[in-house]
């Protein structure tokens, strides 16, 4: 089975400045989907970012990146220029892939809760 | 907003009773998930349908059910409810075909019992 950790159960940045949150997870696949959601006071569950495992190309969403490292199996996430609207628990989440069309659910690390400091 | 709808937004009720908890998917989205958030357990996947059959389980409990009808929304059936089943279910659902991979959340259905 996989498994995701993420280490840093509370980050906090300045407004502005440039925060990066970790993830790494355990696999024997080698084909297979990382993402990012973040999950403000609301509760709801927003994507933020997704990369596949097969593109050595890390991907990029405005002001956030990703830092895929696929031998070291980790998977960071880069938020540039912090604003207050960041301020959110952020999950680094593995999904498995497999020929045949189908998949099956996400497996979750436990969270980062980023605080922005104005 | 995701495009996957949930209702009732909020639930409250006693042990021993069973609620539905309801879910749209996404338009055009095969497959729907159901997944768990408690305050001590984080994130857990309980279950998903595609096209209307079970394609994978994980942590779901025998007192919860679910299903995927032809219209392609799935209802979530939690019997005998215990204190501990309160938490914040979502539904969630993926179109299972090129980039659709990705899942999208619905907002979450908030389960109380008392």
């Known amino acids: 089975a996989q498994t995701v950790t993420q280490s840093q159960p509370e980050m906090s940045v300045q407004e502005a400045e440039t925060v990066t949150l970790s993830c790494t997870y355990d696999?024997?696949?080698?084909?297979?989907?990382l993402f990012w959601y973040k999950q403000p006071p609301s509760r709801q569950m927003i994507l933020v970012i997704r990369?596949?495992?097969?593109?050595?190309q890390n991907a990029t969403e405005n002001r956030f990146s990703v830092n895929f490292q696929k031998a070291a199996k980790s998977f960071s996430l880069k938020i540039s220029d912090s604003q207050l609207g960041d301020a959110a628990m952020y999950f680094c989440?593995?999904?498995?892939?497999?020929?045949?069309?189908?998949?099956?659910?996400?497996?979750f690390g436990k969270g980062t809760h980023l605080i922005i400091q104005p | 907003d995701s495009g996957v709808t949930q209702t009732p937004k909020h639930l409250i009720t006693a042990t021993g009773q069973r609620v539905t908890l309801r879910c749209s998917p996404r338009?055009?989205?095969?497959?729907v998930y159901w997944y768990q958030q408690s305050l001590d357990q984080g994130l857990q996947f309980l279950i998903q349908?595609?096209?209307?059959?079970?394609?994978a389980k994980g942590n779901i409990l025998e007192r919860f059910s679910a299903q995927q009808f032809p219209d392609l929304h799935s209802e979530l059936n939690l019997s005998s409810l215990e204190l501990g089943d309160s938490a914040l279910y979502f539904c969630?659902?993926?179109?299972?075909?090129?980039?659709?991979?990705?899942?999208?959340f619905g907002e979450g259905s908030w389960l109380t019992v008392v």
């Open positions: 990369q596949e495992a097969y593109k050595q």
């Open positions: 349908y595609y096209n209307g059959e079970e394609r």
């Open positions: 696999t024997s696949e080698s084909d297979y989907y």
């Open positions: 989440a593995y999904r498995s892939y497999y020929s045949g069309g189908g998949a099956d659910g996400l497996t």
């Open positions: 338009s055009g989205d095969l497959s």
């Open positions: 969630a659902s993926s179109a299972e075909t090129g980039e659709g991979n990705t899942i999208y």
